[in-house]
């Protein structure tokens, strides 16, 4: 079994940065795809960013440019470090993991309000 905990969403005004970080524990495969996923009120969930154990990292057009995804494989952590945060990323973001099943976190709030 595999479990993912999400941490470092809040409240910020636009403009402003957070990073969230995501710790994976468990059966954790030297191979997977880790990532972060977003879902606002009323809409489906999207995809924000995700980052294979080689580095090589897949960003939602929404955000290049102002979010920025990395992990650490030898401590099994996703982070995304978000700057310049519009009103429009408010969401609960959901930290993903993908090995031989999908895996995803309980989500953290991302609120960007004046």
């Known amino acids: 079994q595999v479990q993912l905990v999400e941490s470092g969403g809040g409240l910020v005004h636009p403009g402003g940065s957070l990073r969230l970080s995501c710790a994976a524990s468990?059966?954790?495969?030297?191979?997977?795809?880790m990532g972060w996923y977003r879902q606002a009120p009323g809409k489906e969930r999207e995809l924000v960013a995700t980052?294979?154990?080689?580095?090589?990292?897949n960003t939602a057009d929404s955000v290049k440019g102002r979010f920025t995804i990395s992990r650490d494989n030898a401590k099994n952590r996703v982070f995304l470090q978000m700057n310049s945060l519009k009103p429009e990323d408010t969401a609960v973001y959901y930290c993903?993991?993908?090995?031989?099943?999908?895996?995803w976190g309980q989500g953290t709030q991302v609120t960007v309000s004046s």
């Open positions: 980052i294979n154990s080689g580095g090589t990292t």
């Open positions: 993903y993991l993908k090995q031989t099943f999908a895996y």
């Open positions: 468990g059966r954790i495969f030297s191979i997977n795809v």
